[in-house]
């Protein structure tokens, strides 16, 4: 068993992807029981997603200091390949299962998994502790 975070955003400058990105990309997530990323084929974040990642992992979304879901990938990799014109969302998913929907601040958590949570990458392993750690407070 392998454990995710993955940051529900935009890997633009955030002076060019406003929150509404951020919450478009999340809401719909959220709704439509997936996770995503737009990172190209050649960046070792893609190569995470489609290879590391697998059914029946955890999963834990982050976007602006909160924890807003955590759950189980249910589906394997796949490329949308016909999302709407114009469309902010990314073409790169997985299913999901949502255990829990929330909106927890992570600024009280031990430090190591504050850290890992609010850190840059998009994709980043936890350990089974600090999984425990998240699931034990939402």
């Known amino acids: 068993m ?3 975070k993955i940051v529900a ?3 633009e400058r ?4 406003p929150d509404d990105i951020r919450s ?16 190209g084929k050649d960046n070792p974040q893609h190569r995470v997603f489609r290879d590391e990642m697998k059914i029946g992992n955890r999963v834990v979304v982050v976007a602006d200091g909160f924890i807003w879901a955590i759950g189980a990938i249910t589906g394997e990799f796949k490329e949308k390949t016909k999302l709407p014109q ?3 969302l990314y073409e790169f998913q997985r299913e999901v299962v949502w255990y829990k929907i929330t909106k927890l601040s992570y600024s009280n958590f031990e430090k190591s998994l504050k850290n890992k949570l609010g850190a840059n990458r998009t994709i980043n392993e936890l350990s089974s502790d600090q999984w425990e750690s998240i699931v034990n407070r939402v």
């Open 86 to 88: 114009g469309s902010r």
């Open 2 to 4: 392998r454990y995710w």
């Open 9 to 11: 955003g935009h890997h």
């Open 24 to 39: 478009i990309l999340l809401g719909d997530w959220l709704r439509k029981n997936y996770i995503a990323i737009g990172w």
């Open 14 to 17: 955030r002076e060019q992807a």
